[in-house]
T-cell receptor
């Protein structure tokens, strides 16, 4: 059981470039989410999805897009990267009846 | 909406000493409470959770936490820490409704010294 898989683990971008952080889970979880982790600020919710075809904004959605075409995948897109998006990004999932999130290992993004 | 405050950003402690990591929350509705641990270069994993029932909750690796509704606190304790407990610890809260999105505190870095 792979759990929640995030790729890439590390990425360096230049300002204005675009990229997609991938997240896949093999637990048939309905709920998936993206967080960013910044020092002293804990984890902040970017976007989430309660099922295929349904997405919604979290606390800090600006500059990020998501889609959920399948139950398994929940990619996070940065259309025009900015230095303020330098962070560690975590994908997490849970089943609809559960209260505990399963986290991926994280993706460290640096925007120069 | 909920908020979580972790009062200490860093807690240094010697090996085999007791430790308490403090967490206070704010919410206008009933909540679930969680502690997650993040070891270096890893994702978060659940340490323990309070959903209902006994206010003293035991988790993995000898940690426990006590839910105090009147003080809106959920402090994490361990009677004797090990070097391997060095990690960042996050307190989190969610409402008890169907959405129950987690709100995290800023984290506390526990540094266990030999």
């Amino acid at each position: 059981n792979a759990g929640v898989t995030q790729t890439p683990k590390f990425q360096v971008l230049k300002t204005g470039q675009s990229m997609t952080l991938q997240c896949a889970q093999d637990m048939n979880h309905e709920y998936m989410s993206w967080y960013r982790q910044d020092p002293g600020m804990g984890l902040r919710l970017i976007h989430y999805s309660v099922g295929a075809g349904i997405t919604d904004q979290g606390e800090v959605p600006n500059g990020y897009n998501v889609s959920r075409s399948t139950t398994e995948d929940f990619p996070l897109r940065l259309l025009s990267a900015a230095p303020s998006q330098t962070s560690v990004y975590f994908c997490a999932s849970r089943s609809s009846g559960a209260n505990v999130l399963t986290f991926g290992a994280g993706s460290r993004l640096t925007v120069l | 909406a909920q908020s979580v405050t972790q009062l200490d950003s860093q807690v240094p402690v010697f090996e085999e000493a007791p430790v308490e990591l403090r967490c206070n929350y704010s919410s206008s509705v009933s909540v679930y409470l969680f502690w997650y641990v993040q070891y270096p270069n890893q994702g978060l994993q659940l340490l323990l959770k309070y959903l209902s029932g006994s206010t003293l909750v035991k988790g993995i690796n000898g940690f426990e936490a006590e839910f105090n509704k009147s003080q809106t606190s959920f402090h994490l304790r361990k009677p004797s820490v090990h070097i391997s407990d060095t990690a960042e610890y996050f307190c989190a809260v969610s409402d008890t409704g169907a959405g129950n999105m987690l709100t995290f505190g800023g984290g506390t870095r526990l540094m266990v010294k030999p």
